[in-house]
């Protein structure tokens, strides 16, 4: 690292691991749920473990973005973050209103809306919070000597991620107009500005470990960009088929949400182009595999398989099936998951001055975690087909369909664990790094 402020990205990295081990245990009790292991059901009901996974799942993401925004803006900008301490504050606050919500969720407080589940009061605060974290970011910039496009597209990302926070917040008595708003945060949140964080967090990957030209890796950006607002804002429009709003989503979102996957297969051909191009001499491998592995996840969890469900006569059939959770898996792991554990391998090293990234068990945690997320994806998709021909082919009733996919929830408890060894592999290598050091500036 080349700025002391950088350490705060260790402690963003820390908790957002935290978070991630906690996620996973909650996946096991679902898994465990659907073969009908339900000894923990009065204290975690299915619903509590569904929202408590995929709300860990954002807060550990958010986590990583914050600490992957810590680390890059100072080097980017060539300034230290303008305040230290308000950053500890920040991290402190953001894990207080984590831990607040997840707690309650246990208890039934909480608003029922998949994804929004953090009730409003808790709601403020968080918008608090991010507001500090957006001012640190954008003071920092501001005072920086450079104005990189790697760190404005990086911190545009962040900060239309916060804007569209707040339709989510709107309080609605209407089904239809909640759920119209509801998508503007979830879609507009992972097919669009959350893009733009991957691709500056990419992008500063890439200029780094390829050592690629900084102009060259910068304009695919802009590439990236354009092809990510064409298709991913009127997009939107998939998830408008049947909820109530006009006919015309059906043509709008079918025709734009079918070319949303160009931005992701944009991603996957830039990295691999950037790899191809560049001298193949940074010795950081376990960082290099998690930046390709992104770029090409991504595309086929998001890109292909959410092509897969997004045209009305396919999401007809398939809405709210387990070939959504199918989608949602890979594409979640891919996109953002990837390219967080991708930053986390790049900068510890930088960040305390141990260089462990020859060993094999980095190696192994990318492969395990991979192919075990591979094979989720495959058995949520299996028994998603089954359920949608059962269930909305057939006419077999929900619960029915539920008891004749249990088996698939074997294979996916299998791959499941697979998977978890893989993080468990990473997580012993984040835990020997150690702590940051002031030992460590000046290394790259
Ligand atoms: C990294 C990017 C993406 C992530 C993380 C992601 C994740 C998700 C998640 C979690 C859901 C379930 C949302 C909910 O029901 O509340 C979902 C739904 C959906 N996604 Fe994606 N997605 C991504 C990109 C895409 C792309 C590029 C497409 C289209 C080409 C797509 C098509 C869909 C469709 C059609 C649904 C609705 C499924 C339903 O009706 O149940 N997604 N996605
Ligand atoms: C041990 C690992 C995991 C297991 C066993 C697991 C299991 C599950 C189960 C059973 C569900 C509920 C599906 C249903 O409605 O029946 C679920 C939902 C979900 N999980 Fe996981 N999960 C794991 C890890 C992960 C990871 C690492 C991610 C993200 C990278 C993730 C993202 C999601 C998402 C986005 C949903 C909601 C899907 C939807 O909207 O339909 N999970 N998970
Ligand atoms: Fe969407």
Redesign the pocket.
């Known amino acids: 690292m080349r700025y002391k402020s950088q350490k705060v990205a260790y402690w963003f990295f820390a908790l957002s691991m935290l978070l991630l081990t906690l996620?996973?245990v909650y996946?096991?009790v679902?898994?465990f749920d659907?073969i009908g292991w339900q000894g923990l059901h009065d204290y975690i009901p299915f619903n509590t473990a569904?929202a408590v996974?995929?709300n860990l799942?954002v807060m550990w993401l958010l986590s990583g973005f914050m600490g992957a925004a810590y680390y890059i803006i100072p080097e980017e900008s060539e300034h230290e973050l303008v305040n230290v301490k308000l950053a500890y504050i920040q991290l402190i606050a953001f894990a207080l209103v984590g831990v607040a919500a997840i707690v309650g969720y246990h208890f039934n407080y909480w608003e029922g809306r998949?994804f929004l589940e953090i009730p409003r009061p808790l709601d403020w605060l968080v918008v608090v919070d991010v507001l500090t974290f957006l001012g640190l970011i954008l003071a920092t910039i501001y005072a920086g000597k450079k104005k990189t496009t790697t760190s404005l597209v990086l911190a545009m990302g962040l900060l239309f991620a916060a804007l569209l926070y707040l339709p989510g917040m709107i309080w609605f008595d209407n089904q239809t107009m909640d759920s119209f708003f509801r998508w503007w945060v979830v879609h507009l949140w992972v097919e669009g500005v959350w893009e733009l964080i991957m691709g500056g967090i990419l992008a500063f990957l890439l200029i780094k470990i390829t050592g690629v030209d900084r102009e060259v890796i910068e304009k695919w950006l802009y590439v990236i960009v354009g092809l990510t607002f064409i298709s991913g804002i009127l997009g939107t429009g998939h998830h408008y088929y049947y909820i109530g709003v006009g006919k015309i989503w059906l043509i709008v979102g079918g025709i734009f949400s079918a070319l949303e996957p160009l931005a992701f297969l944009g991603m996957a051909l830039f990295a691999v182009a950037m790899y191809r191009k560049g001298e193949k001499k940074h010795p950081n491998k376990i960082a290099l595999s998690w930046t390709l592995g992104t770029a090409i996840v991504s595309f086929v969890g998001a890109g292909l398989l959410g092509m897969a469900h997004t045209l009305p006569q396919v999401n007809m059939y398939t809405h709210g099936t387990?070939v959504?959770?199918m989608h949602?898996?890979l594409a979640?792991?891919g996109a953002?998951?990837m390219i967080v554990l991708a930053i986390i391998s790049y900068a510890m090293p930088n960040l305390t001055g141990r260089k462990l990234y020859d060993s094999n068990r980095g190696v192994l945690a990318f492969w395990l975690s991979n192919i075990g997320?591979l094979g989720?994806t495959v058995a949520f998709g299996v028994a998603g087909v089954a359920q949608v021909y059962l269930e909305r082919k057939v006419g077999l009733e929900f619960g029915v369909v539920q008891q004749e996919i249990e088996v698939h929830f074997v294979i996916?408890?299998i791959c499941?664990t697979m998977?978890?060894t893989g993080i468990c592999l990473y997580l012993y290598e984040f835990i020997k790094y150690g702590t940051p050091n002031d030992e460590a500036l000046q290394l790259n």
């Open positions: 996620q996973i996946g096991f679902m898994g659907r569904r996974h995929t799942l998949k387990l959504t959770a949602g898996h979640f792991w953002y998951a997320m989720m996916l408890l499941a998977f978890a």
